[in-house]
């Protein structure tokens, strides 16, 4: 189990349960470690622009970004991700917000 899996996913269970509400019809989820690889790679070689003409200019994101300098690592993530979380677990989440799934990629 790597950090990212071991650090974000277990310990935030019980918070997304709680705030997020349960999913209907939620498949399982499998962690993939060399997708985790890949899209790591990807978001280190990004300079947060996205070039015109991108499928990405239709989406929007849900991303935090952690400048670590000093301390623990677990610390930061763990300040980034509360930051993250805390507009949903103060406000809910409203109808406009829910998530929907579609995907249009360039073929």
Not at 4 to 31: C, D, H, I, Q
Not at 46 to 70: D, E, H, I, K, W
Request: net charge neutral.
């Amino acid at each position: 189990m790597m950090f990212v899996e071991t650090f974000l996913l277990e310990p935030n269970r019980k918070v997304y349960s709680e705030f997020l509400g349960p999913a209907k019809n939620m498949y399982k989820l499998n962690w993939d470690c060399d997708l985790e690889k890949k899209a790591q790679y990807q978001v280190s070689s990004c300079a947060f622009r996205v070039a015109p003409g991108s499928c990405l200019l239709s989406m929007s994101q849900n991303s935090v970004s952690v400048n670590y300098t000093s301390g623990k690592e677990e610390e930061s993530m763990g300040v980034a991700l509360r930051s993250w979380l805390d507009p949903t677990i103060t406000y809910g989440v409203t109808p406009h917000h829910k998530f929907f799934y579609r995907l249009d990629l360039p073929t």
